[in-house]
C-alpha cells in the first residue's frame, strides 16, 4: 500500500514539476506540508551537516529525488538511494546519482555492509511501524554503522502511528498508507530497542536531526 500511494499522482506529478503544494493529510484533516521545492534543490544549510556526518559508503533510505545522493557521489563517496516511487529514482539517476525502485523491506543491494544510513525529510515514518524500521535499518547496516535521522521539531516525545494520504493544493489526494511522526527522544527509545546508540542531536535552520551508532557486532554473533 505504501508503494502504490507514493508512485501515484500527486506526488508523482510534484516531483515531476519540482512544485508542490503537497501535504500529508490525516483522517482528521491535520496537514503536513512536504517541501517538493527543497527536495528537488542542491542540498541546503542543513542538509551539508548531514553530509559531514556521512562516513564510508551511504545507504539514502527513501531518496526522493536525490539531492544527498547526488551530493554524496560529488564527494567521492559510494552511495545508493532506494525509493519506492518511480519518478523519485528516475529524478535522481538524470541528476548523476545512483538510485534503485526498492523499499528498505526488501532485498538491499550490499545489505549488511553499508557504513551509514540515513533517513532524513521525515523519512523515519516509513512502513508506519518505528521500531521495524530501526530493526530494519540495523540489518541493510554494517556492524558499528552509523544512522543519521530527521526528526520532528516540534515535540520531542512525538510517537504517533497515523494512516495518511498525499494530498495537493487543487484536492487531488493518492492512496493511503501507514506514517510514524517521531520528535528525538522517541526515535532514541525505538532505536535502543534495535541495538543503536545515541551518539549525537543537533537543530539547525529549523530541522532537527539525531545521529545513532550500531553496535560493533551483530546480535547473535
Known sequence: MTATAWQADPYTAALRTGRGPLFLR?????????EVERWCEGPDFADLTVLGRCHGSV?????????????LEARGRRALGIDVSPEAVARTVRAGGTALLRSVFEPVPDEGRWETALLIDG???IGGDPAALMRRAAEVTAPG????????TEDEDADERVEVTVVN???????????????????????TGAGWTAARQWTTAGRSFVELRGPARRRGT
Request: aromatic residues 6%.
Open 26 to 34: 490525516r483522517r482528521d484533516g491535520w496537514l503536513l506540508p512536504l
Open 145 to 152: 554503522a552509523v544512522l543519521i535521522a530527521e526528526t520532528s
Open 59 to 71: 545507504l539514502d533510505i527513501g531518496c526522493g529525488p536525490g539531492r544527498l545522493v547526488v551530493a
Open 123 to 125: 523519512n523515519v515514518g
Open 169 to 191: 493544493g487543487r484536492g487531488e489526494r493518492g492512496a493511503p498508507f501507514p506514517w510514524a511522526r517521531l520528535g528525538a527522544r522517541a526515535l532514541r527509545e525505538h532505536a
